[in-house]
C-alpha cells in the first residue's frame, strides 16, 4: 500500500480478484490500523473488508479490486471500489442459509456505511469509530 502525502492517514492498494484478494486486503488493512495504534478496531475491520472484498470478486467482472483505510479524527473508513455498478442490497435469507448475511454483518459492525455510483464503477464503505478504540 501506499501512504498519501497530504490529507488524513491514508493507505490503498489494488488487488486481482482472485481468492486470496480478501486475505490480501485483510492483512493489509490490519497492519496499518495495529500502525496506527487502532488494534481494538483489527477484527471488526477484518470482518468487514474480507466481506466487501469477497463481495467483488464473487458478484463482479471486475479486473481490480480498490481498498483503501482512512483514519479520521473519529472514525476509519474503508473504501472498496470495483468497475460494477450494481450497488450492494441487504438480503433477507432463510435461517437454515449458508449465505448472504454478510451486508447484514456489515451493517451490525459499523457506526454506518454505504455505496456510491460512478461512471467507471462503484465504492463501498464502511465506517468504524475510533473513539472507544483510542480510549
Known amino acids: 500500500m501506499k501512504a498519501a502525502p497530504t490529507g488524513p492517514q491514508r493507505y490503498s492498494d489494488g488487488y486481482s480478484p482472485s ?16 500502525t496506527w495504534g487502532l488494534d481494538a478496531l483489527v477484527d471488526d475491520a477484518q470482518l468487514i473488508v474480507t466481506e466487501l472484498v469477497a463481495n467483488a470478486v464473487q458478484h463482479t467482472r471486475t479486473r481490480r479490486i480498490g481498498v483503501s483505510v482512512t483514519r479520521h479524527p473519529d472514525h476509519v473508513r474503508i473504501v472498496v471500489t470495483d468497475t460494477s455498478r450494481t450497488l450492494p442490497a441487504p438480503t433477507t435469507v432463510a435461517p437454515d442459509a449458508e449465505a448472504g448475511r454478510g451486508l447484514q454483518l456489515v451493517d451490525q459492525l459499523t457506526t454506518r456505511w454505504g455505496s456510491k455510483r460512478f461512471r467507471t464503477g462503484k465504492q463501498v464503505w464502511a465506517e468504524l469509530s475510533t473513539i472507544k478504540a483510542t480510549s
Open 19 to 34: 481468492d486470496t484478494a480478501p486475505f490480501r486486503a485483510r492483512r493489509d488493512v490490519s497492519l496499518y490500523l495495529r
